[in-house]
Structures are given as structure tokens and as C-alpha cells.
């Protein structure tokens, strides 16, 4: 039973425009969330994180949105660029057990 | 400050050898935790160590285990190995508040 899924497993987007990867998730008891990007061959790269008693974070381009009622969160790149073009992961935990669910991943492509 | 730092980068073993894979953390962190990658089911948690207690553990058969040194240093060791068990090993570090950063990954092939 996947309890995090990225239902898109790849995602086109032009330079400079938004992206936007989705992550959705089963347990509601999860309360940390983390996003990262991977490229080939290299261990996944942090970006950001929220927890559930917020609704957004922002740090740079990149913005996470969570919306608990619907058990789904989202990713946006602001703008694109083509250094953004990698595997992108969220991952779910319950808070202090540094457990982590991941997604399957949704490849982005940037084009230039 | 240095990221976590995995060795060894690459292994190559047979079935039925047991191999042992080595994680630095970042300086301060105390939690380690362990993921195996493979491309058919994503990243999956090994199991997570604390102050040399393992705190969590995945559903992997007990072939896979692991330990943490004082120094919060962590090896992971798989016996009997499987040709399944090819994949791409990744140590994280963590911080108090949860959140997670990986090292390079040791990418083992069994053959």
C-alpha cells in the first residue's frame, strides 16, 4: 500500500515558467513533510520542508503548499530553470520519528 | 561543514557474500538513518539510528543491519547477499527538527 504517491511521473515545463509537482498522501497522522531533488547517481538533495501547522513555506524559488483536508501537498518552482531538470521527491513522516515515506519520484524537464 | 560522506562509492560482490557500508554524518548530527533505492519500488527506509540505538526499522528481512559508533559513525551490513538486493544505498543525517540530508550513496551490484 503506497501510502505517499506522485501520480505524475514526469512533468514538462518551459524556462521560466512555474512548475508545479503534487504529492498526495494516505495517512493523516503524518505532520512533517519533506521535499528533494535527485539527480543520476548523486543521493537526493533537500529543498524544503513544512510542517502541518503551517499551510506554506517559501525559501527562494521554491514554494511548498499543504493542504491537510485533502492530504496533499505541492511543489512550486518559480521561475524554472534548466538546472531544475531532475527527479523530484516528497517523502512523509510522523514528526520526531525520522521515519520517512517517500513518492515514487516525478521526473521534471525544463526546457530551454 | 562536510556533508555526509559514504564509502564505498561502488561494490561489486556475489550472491551469498556479505558486504559492510560505512556513513560519516554531518558534524552534530546524531540521528542516521539508511535507504535503500532500487527503480522498481523507490526509496525505502532501512532503519534509523540515535546515540547508537536503533530507533526504527524498516520490513527488511534481518540479513540487513546496522550499527552506530559513539563518533555517531553508522555501517550497514547485508549478509547472504541476494541478486534483489542490487541497489543504490543512501546514508542520511539528520537534524533535531527532522529535516534530512543524504549522502553520494554506495551503489552495490550483485551478481
Known amino acids: 500500500d503506497q501510502q505517499v504517491k506522485q501520480n505524475s511521473p514526469s512533468l514538462s515545463v518551459q524556462e521560466g515558467r512555474i512548475s508545479i509537482l503534487n504529492c498526495d498522501y494516505t495517512?493523516?497522522?503524518?505532520?512533517?513533510f519533506l521535499w528533494y531533488k535527485k539527480y543520476p547517481a548523486e543521493g537526493p538533495t533537500f529543498l524544503i520542508s513544512?510542517?502541518?501547522?503551517?499551510d506554506k513555506n517559501e525559501d527562494g524559488r521554491f514554494t511548498v503548499f499543504l493542504n491537510k483536508s485533502a492530504k496533499h501537498l505541492s511543489l512550486h518552482i518559480v521561475p524554472s530553470q534548466p538546472g531544475d531538470s531532475a527527479v523530484y521527491f516528497c517523502?512523509?513522516?510522523?514528526?520526531?520519528?525520522?521515519?520517512?515515506?517517500f513518492g515514487t519520484g516525478t521526473r521534471l524537464k525544463v526546457l530551454a | 561543514k562536510a556533508g555526509v560522506t559514504q564509502t564505498p562509492r561502488y561494490l561489486i560482490k556475489t550472491r551469498g557474500q556479505q558486504v559492510t557500508l560505512s556513513c560519516s554524518p554531518i558534524?552534530?548530527?546524531?540521528?542516521v538513518s539508511w535507504y535503500q533505492q532500487t527503480p522498481g519500488q523507490g526509496l525505502q527506509f532501512l532503519f534509523e539510528?540515535?546515540?547508537?540505538?536503533?530507533?526504527n526499522k524498516g520490513n527488511f528481512p534481518g540479513r540487513f543491519s546496522g550499527r552506530q559508533f559513539s563518533n555517531s559513525r553508522s555501517e550497514m551490513n547485508v549478509s547472504t547477499l541476494e541478486l534483489g538486493d542490487s541497489a543504490l544505498y543512501l546514508c542520511?543525517?539528520?537534524?533535531?527538527?527532522?529535516?534530512?540530508?543524504f549522502g553520494p550513496g554506495t551503489r552495490l551490484t550483485v551478481l
Open positions: 542520511a543525517s539528520s537534524l533535531p527538527s527532522g529535516e534530512m540530508f
Open positions: 539510528y540515535f546515540s547508537e540505538t536503533q530507533r
Open positions: 517523502a512523509a513522516s510522523f514528526s520526531g520519528t525520522y521515519k520517512y515515506i
Open positions: 558534524s552534530g548530527h546524531r540521528s
Open positions: 495517512n493523516s497522522m503524518f505532520d512533517y
Open positions: 513544512i510542517s502541518s501547522i503551517k
